[in-house]
């Protein structure tokens, strides 16, 4: 069995299946952590109320999705915004979810 899990090729990309990853306030979070770091994160390194199994399934979520890629850094799980494919795919929505978060922190 592999270790990296599988991930949507950009032709599977479903506009649907997109906007039902990012209804949950969770997972808004999760991609706008990631838009904002810049960087790949760990599935622990996040900032969420949520229990580890929890945000597990919101990964998955976002993953089957194609919103974020998972692979393995040693033991760590690790998480990147796949923003230019989602971007290619979809022009304006990540831009359109993350503005919003970044005005109502005030910057």
Known sequence: MARTPTHPDVSQFD????????VDP???SIVA???????????????IPVSKSTA???????????????????TSRMNALRRAEMDETFPGLLDALTARRAARRGG
């Not at 506009?15 to 990012?22: G, H, I, K, S, Y």
């Not at 952590?33 to 900032?47: E, K, M, P, R, S």
């Open 33 to 47: 952590q990631l838009d904002a770091a810049g960087a790949d994160i760990a599935c622990g390194g996040f900032d």
């Open 26 to 28: 969770v997972r808004r």
């Open 15 to 22: 506009l649907q299946t997109v906007l039902e990853a990012l």
């Open 56 to 74: 597990t399934h919101h990964f998955t979520v976002l993953r089957e999705a194609g919103l974020i890629r998972q692979y393995y850094v040693g």
